[in-house]
């Protein structure tokens, strides 16, 4: 059986995460979560105090940073300097800083390196933005999973609202700010790969995405 690298891209909300990890766990792959990464380096950038703009000081931080995604009893865990940071990457404040340092070239560089790194054994389901675009050009299969954007703030109201004071509104607004700052930026905007296999998940399940990206995946496996 081909051992494959699969990419998952697509927008804020669209349900790569859920249907990420189940294929993952389906394919008995690797699931890596590539948003945790950026959300770790904006963590790191309020935690050390810099100012997010200081982007001399990032460049010095990225160098110094050690980060690792270990596997923990429930899915991945981000390590920064050895401190599990999991449970703090999540707030409001960390979602929009993650996009803002996700547009520096010094913090994709670093990253990209890291990713690359993970992906050379292959049996990976990598989720991001850029992930079929320029992280892995090659990758086996690319999915862009999208939907519309009530659909997104809807879904992610519905993950956050017992954690959060932050209305549907206010949960829509920042999800339309953050597609516009991943889709623009001059590096690694946020688009589908050419060949990507594009997913509109606005009108189906979570199993529906799930069983129809295994599907092709199992006729990749067989060629
Ligand atoms: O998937 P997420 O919401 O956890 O991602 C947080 C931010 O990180 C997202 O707004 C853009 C950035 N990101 C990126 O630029 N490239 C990736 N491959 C993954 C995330």
């Known amino acids: 059986m081909k051992d494959l690298l699969i990419t998952i891209d697509g927008p804020a909300g669209a349900g790569k995460t859920t249907v990420s990890k189940i294929l993952a766990v389906r394919?008995?792959?690797?699931y890596i979560d590539t948003?945790?990464?950026?959300?770790g380096v904006a963590f790191e950038v309020i935690s050390s105090g810099l100012n997010p703009d200081d982007d001399q000081g990032i460049e010095k931080l990225c160098s110094s940073m050690d980060i690792k995604l270990v596997p923990g009893e429930n899915g991945m865990r981000l390590l920064s300097n050895h401190s599990d940071i999991t449970d703090k990457i999540r707030t409001p404040e960390i979602t929009m800083l993650a996009s803002a340092v996700s547009a520096k070239p010094v913090v994709r560089k670093y990253l990209l390196i890291f990713?690359?790194?993970i992906g050379k054994g292959k049996r990976v389901v990598f989720e991001g933005r850029d992930m079929g675009t320029v992280v892995?050009?090659?990758?086996?299969?690319?999915?862009?999973?999208?939907a519309s954007l009530k659909t997104r703030a809807l879904r992610r109201y519905r993950e956050i609202?017992?954690?959060?004071?932050?209305?549907?509104?206010?949960?829509?607004?920042?999800i339309r700010h953050r597609d516009k700052n991943d889709s623009t930026r001059v590096l690694a905007p946020l688009k589908p790969a050419k060949d990507a296999v594009i997913i509109d998940s606005?009108?189906?399940?979570?199993?529906?995405?799930?069983?129809?990206?295994?599907?092709?995946v199992e006729k990749v496996i067989l060629i």
């Open 27 to 30: 394919l008995g792959y690797r």
């Open 35 to 39: 948003g945790a990464l950026y959300r």
């Open 115 to 117: 990713q690359r790194n």
């Open 136 to 146: 892995f050009p090659d990758a086996d299969i690319k999915f862009y999973l999208d």
């Open 161 to 174: 609202a017992s954690k959060t004071v932050q209305t549907l509104e206010d949960v829509g607004k920042d």
């Open 202 to 216: 606005t009108d189906l399940s979570v199993e529906a995405v799930v069983d129809h990206m295994k599907l092709y």
